[in-house]
């Protein structure tokens, strides 16, 4: 776990926690907005940069031209749904990728380890799992109501469940035996998907459920 990892987290709480509803209408719908979330994004990535990249001001510089560039082009060129689920995991891979140059070719060499870098990891997986998870889940029952899904706020009582099955999936699979989990996972979607009439609903609750796991068990093996 390195310098990558800690501009990760950084990237990772500006572009979820740190970007709420409002601030998304408003970068849709004005530049000062999308000014305002890339000052965000500087600013919780520049202590970063200062106490752990060589030259931080040009990479600071490079952070948030290619931030508002790719914020800017997602914000142009995306349609509503299944386009605008596919424009945000291309928005995030190339935001990753910035990140992984900037950690690569500036010759940080800052490597976390111990309690350091658990904490981090963990960090990371629950934004992905808990914030990242929400948008994904709404994305995909956008998608799944064709082009009159549209924009809208997650209702609360969908974000509170939402939220809650994905730490409870996360902390299972960080605390209990595989097999332990495995069971207790595949019986909670079997069960909401037997209480869901809704079709649509059932599908959002088994990317919520799966994204959660796919993110704990990946970010848990791949070295940041």
């Known amino acids: 776990m390195g310098v990558c990892g800690a501009l990760l987290l950084a990237h990772l709480l500006g572009d979820f926690p740190c970007q709420p509803y409002p601030l998304i209408r ?10 305002v979330h890339v000052a965000i994004q500087v600013a919780l990535t520049l202590p970063v940069l200062i106490w752990f990249v060589p030259a931080w001001g040009w990479w600071a ?24 689920l596919l424009a945000f995991f291309l928005d995030q891979a190339l935001h990753l990728t910035v990140l992984w140059v900037i950690a690569r070719v500036s010759g940080a060499q800052v490597a976390f380890s111990g309690t350091t870098a658990q904490v981090l990891r963990l960090a990371i997986v629950f934004v992905l799992a808990i914030y990242a998870g929400a948008v994904v889940e709404f994305l995909v029952g956008a998608a799944l109501k064709g082009s009159d899904g549209g924009f809208a706020p997650i209702p609360s009582a969908e974000r509170r469940r939402g939220t809650l099955e994905r730490t409870a999936t996360v902390l299972g699979v960080l605390l209990l035996p595989a097999a332990a989990w495995i069971v207790l996972a595949a019986g909670y979607v079997l069960a909401a998907a037997y209480r869901q009439r809704d079709g649509q609903a059932r599908i959002k609750q088994v990317v919520s459920i799966a994204w959660a796991l796919a993110v704990t068990l990946v970010v848990g093996q791949v070295a940041v």
Request: no cysteine; glycine share 6%.
């Open 61 to 84: 510089l490079v952070l948030a031209s290619s931030h508002f560039l790719i914020d800017w082009l997602k914000v142009r060129l995306t349609r509503p749904g299944w386009v605008e």
């Open 26 to 35: 408003w970068k849709i719908a004005s530049l000062r907005g999308l000014l």
